[in-house]
T-cell receptor, first 115, second 113 residues
């Protein structure tokens, strides 16, 4: 079956612009995660959705970052007023949402470059 | 809080040699532990995971890992390296009700001909 998909695969933007990153999870997966992978910080958790609600937003680095999920499926991560330090690969993952031991399946990521 | 440490950011082995990638965890509760592999410009792919059912876990591509509570370790091994094993490997943990994964800093594996 189809895996986790993310779009765009690459995004170049100018400092101060807003960007939206999209994630399509595996069909039927109720849990969805966003992570950020950068050279200086490694892989960091950003936010977790169970259905359409986000019980854990603890990883969002600032109020410029927000995310939503609609219909228990697609999720959008929005970064407002982008800064150069936002340049990173943004990874989305999904899982069945049944237990903490379950496998998270990752998408290919969106590579964001802020000039 | 969960933390994961990978010793050695770069490991080089010869083709056919043993692969050993080290991972230690810190947690006050028994964790769930995972090894993921990342090939260039790709997402993460699960190699194997520990969920307390068995301490020796076998994964894909001939990899295995052993959970050792006394050493708080979950090292990844493969008896004989292939050129196709060259990639970055991440150890990750989750514990309790926290669903998000905490990742180690990654180990870049180079396989020499």
């Amino acid at each position: 079956g189809a895996g986790v998909s993310q779009s765009p695969s690459n995004k170049v933007t100018e400092k101060g612009k807003d960007v939206e990153l999209r994630c399509d999870p595996i069909s039927g997966h109720t849990a969805l995660y966003w992570y950020r992978q950068s050279l200086g910080q490694g892989l960091e958790f950003l936010i977790y959705f169970q259905g359409n609600s986000a019980p854990d937003k603890s990883g969002l680095p600032s109020d410029r970052f927000s995310a939503e999920r609609t219909g228990g499926s697609v999720s959008t991560l929005t970064i407002q007023r982008t800064q150069q330090e936002d340049s990173a690969v943004y990874l989305c993952a999904s899982s069945t949402g049944l237990a903490g031991s379950e496998t998270q399946y990752f998408g290919p990521g969106t590579r964001l470059l802020v000039l | 809080a969960q933390s994961v440490t990978q010793l050695g950011s770069h490991v080089s082995v010869s083709e056919g040699a043993l692969v050993l990638l080290r991972c230690n965890y810190s947690s006050s509760v028994p964790p769930y532990l995972f090894w993921y592999v990342q090939y260039p410009n790709q997402g993460l792919q699960l190699l194997l995971k520990y969920t307390s059912a068995a301490t020796l876990v076998k994964g894909i591509n001939g990899f295995e890992a052993e959970f050792k509570k006394s050493e708080t370790s979950f090292h990844l091994t493969k008896p004989s390296a292939h050129m196709s094993d060259a990639a970055e490997y991440f150890c990750a943990g989750a514990s309790g009700s926290a669903r998000q994964l905490t990742f180690g800093s990654g180990t870049q594996l180079t396989v020499l001909p």
